[in-house]
């Protein structure tokens, strides 16, 4: 269904929510047709994360926008290992005078190995960051990125690589996870082989004792 579109009056609109498609006008008239804020435009099921920023390069400095994306999976095009499943997040872009700066906040999981018994488990990651395209290179920052002249940007590489940055180093499938039993290689979260306890601790010998 087709949100009607509300006609703003006066000068004010700015103050308006920005979720709301805007058409600017004063007085009743259209102002033009080029002052037309679009709503946010639909996803390239193909490049899910690539975004039309031509109505926020145009807009004030001081506007912005946020956009809530949802990708059941989000490939690395050349290690399927490094695949991000459940991606959520939103990102604001907002407009600066410099270029656009684009903060997310994104969650999403990982198959990953256990470090210590070997099994494969879904690890949750969270992650965050922030960007800004430049519109000159003057403004450039370490992370070399331009507002293209067609003002489409792909969000899909940075959303992807700060994701990637939070797989921990070293991989556990829970906290406290027992591992396998180095005699006869059973996995000690499913079953307790029973060999674990000659060796578990240097002070299993007190044991004895009691
Ligand atoms: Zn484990
Ligand atoms: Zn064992």
């Known amino acids: 269904m087709q949100p009607s579109i509300p006609a703003v009056f006066g000068r004010n609109f700015c103050s308006l929510p920005v979720d709301l498609p805007i058409r600017a006008c004063y007085n009743g008239r259209r102002l033009a047709p080029n002052l037309t804020i679009e709503e946010t435009p639909v996803p390239n099921p193909r490049k899910p994360l690539r975004l039309n920023?031509?109505?926020?390069?145009?807009?004030?400095?001081g506007y912005h926008r946020d956009f809530d994306f949802y990708l059941p999976k989000l490939a690395d095009e050349e290690?399927?290992?490094l695949t991000l499943l459940e991606v959520q997040g939103r990102v604001r872009i907002s407009r600066t005078p410099?270029?656009?700066l684009v903060e997310g906040a994104f969650e999403g999981e990982i198959q990953l190995e256990c470090v210590r018994c070997l099994s494969d488990y879904p690890q949750h990651l969270h992650w965050e960051f922030t960007e800004l395209y430049a519109f000159t290179r003057d403004n450039i920052t370490d992370s070399g990125l331009l507002v293209p002249e067609d003002a489409h940007i792909d969000l899909q590489p940075l959303v992807r690589d700060f994701g990637l940055l939070e797989i921990?180093?070293?991989?556990?499938?829970?906290?406290?996870?027992?591992g396998l039993c180095p005699e006869c290689g059973q996995n000690l979260n499913l079953r307790d082989c029973?060999?674990?306890a000659?060796?578990?601790?240097?002070?299993?010998a007190l044991k004895d004792l009691f």
């Open 53 to 61: 920023v031509g109505f926020l390069v145009s807009a004030a400095a």
């Open 79 to 81: 290690d399927e290992t």
């Open 98 to 100: 410099q270029g656009l």
């Open 168 to 178: 921990p180093i070293k991989p556990l499938c829970r906290a406290d996870c027992k």
């Open 194 to 196: 029973g060999h674990r």
């Open 198 to 204: 000659a060796f578990d601790s240097p002070f299993s």
